[in-house]
């Protein structure tokens, strides 16, 4: 594994882009290539909180970066982490087993910091945290914008994965996500759901929408920080 340093810029809570002091990178091996693991690192951290990317983008995503600028300064260090495929710049993310199968053998380098780790990531990511929780010893899993089932199929549902979690877990979901909108999980124990209101798949919300982009971002950053807390 190496290390190296990154200055970036960062979208706080508020939905505007911070400068930030540069943040440790790791690139664990693991048997399908390097990943990348991107490091936001809290002062006095009592956690840490991992989160993976989705099958159409990186950790660049709004709800990613927001979280990465809102939670260090609470006490929470947050963890970006790359998938091989997508730190070799493939534009298509492998099967769901060989995910996992990365996900699992970068594990330690996020243990190596001694604290308890929340599993998390969006869409495909979320879906890898909770597959993966229970057997890798996570603390707890967050679930952005989980993929419910595919656009237009809600019978193939794939509630099974968040529910087979076996850890406390937290569903922040779009109103109008199209891989599942918050009516349509299953109320069920073992889980809490956040509604963000207007939001698609992307937290994205209609300039016209009553709440705006910033708030939305709150919405999530503000929730996230609260269920962390109680844990």
């Known amino acids: 594994m190496t290390s190296e340093t990154a200055g970036e810029s960062r979208t706080a809570a ?8 540069p943040d440790t990178i790791d690139t664990p091996d693991t048997p399908v290539g390097p ?11 009592r956690l ?27 006490g929470v260090t947050v963890a970006l982490v790359e998938q091989p495929w997508r730190v070799a710049g493939k534009k298509l993310g492998p099967a769901p087993k060989t995910l996992d199968h990365a996900w699992r053998a970068l594990w330690p380098a996020l243990e ?19 597959r993966t929780a229970r057997e890798l ?13 595919p656009p237009g199929r809600p019978e193939k549902s794939r509630a099974a994965e968040l529910l087979g979690a076996g850890v406390p877990a937290l569903v922040v979901q ?22 963000v209101a207007y939001g698609d798949h992307g937290f994205a919300v209609p300039k016209k929408a009553p709440l705006g982009q910033d708030e ?13 807390d109680g844990l």
Do not use: M
């Open 48 to 74: 840490v909180l991992a989160l993976g990317h989705g099958a159409g983008g990186g950790i660049e995503a709004r709800d990613l970066v927001a979280l990465a600028g809102a939670l260090p300064p609470l």
């Open 35 to 45: 990943a990348r693991i991107t490091w936001h690192r809290a002062a006095r951290p």
């Open 112 to 130: 190596r910091t001694g604290l308890p780790v929340v599993a998390g990531g969006r869409s495909a990511g979320a879906r890898v945290a909770c």
């Open 216 to 228: 939305a971002l709150r919405v999530i950053t503000g929730a996230v920080a609260g269920w962390l």
């Open 174 to 195: 779009g109103g109008n996500d199209p891989f599942g909108k918050p009516a349509e999980f299953p109320d069920e124990a073992g889980y809490e759901l956040v509604e």
């Open 14 to 21: 508020g939905g505007r882009s911070e400068p930030q002091p």
């Open 137 to 149: 010893g996570a603390r707890a899993v967050l679930a952005l914008s989980f993929p419910l089932h």
